[in-house]
């Protein structure tokens, strides 16, 4: 399988707790992000979220989707949210937000493998391919919370380093 480390990030001119609010309610997503399928709960998850478990169906800028359930292992409000996956990504993705400055810097740090076989077997050569269509479809999503909340995007792309 194809491991990928990749980390983008939002800056929003906006306060951190409706950054949170946002981000959180993952069900509602498909409203604002663009390359969200669906989201459909399977688990609750306790008070705080943790446990809850959804299915995620992203389509791509590129001319294929990704399937797969996201269950919720930390929730530090408003601070991070983790959470593992299974299906066609397998790995952990952690969402950090920060108040900088009058806004909220959100990074989102994802480490998974391809679980697909034509994905594995393309990724020697693909793999700069699917980090920009991740990224992409990253960007579209700052775009889009930024005109839920009614703010201004600051930054949305790779982490710079």
């Given amino acids: 399988m194809a491991q990928y480390r990749l980390s983008s990030v939002w800056q929003l001119a906006a306060q951190i707790e409706p950054v949170w609010d946002a981000i959180y309610s993952a069900s509602a997503w ?17 008070a705080r979220g943790v446990g809850a478990v959804r299915r995620f169906t992203w389509r791509s800028r590129l001319p294929y989707s990704l399937t797969f359930d996201l269950e919720l292992t930390r929730v530090e409000r408003p601070y991070r949210l983790e959470g593992r996956t299974r299906g066609d990504l397998e790995g952990v993705g952690v969402w950090h937000l920060q108040p900088v400055d009058g806004a909220t810097r959100v990074r989102y740090d994802w480490t998974v493998t391809t679980t ?11 793999r700069p391919v699917f980090t920009w269509n991740h990224h992409a479809v990253m960007r579209a999503g700052g775009q889009g919370l930024a005109k839920r909340l009614g703010s201004a995007l600051i930054y949305a792309g790779p982490e710079r380093r």
Avoid: I, T
């Fill in 30 to 46: 498909p409203d604002w992000w663009p390359y969200v399928a669906s989201v459909v709960e399977l688990e609750p998850g306790n």
């Fill in 116 to 126: 697909r076989f034509w994905m594995n077997l393309l990724a020697p050569l693909a």
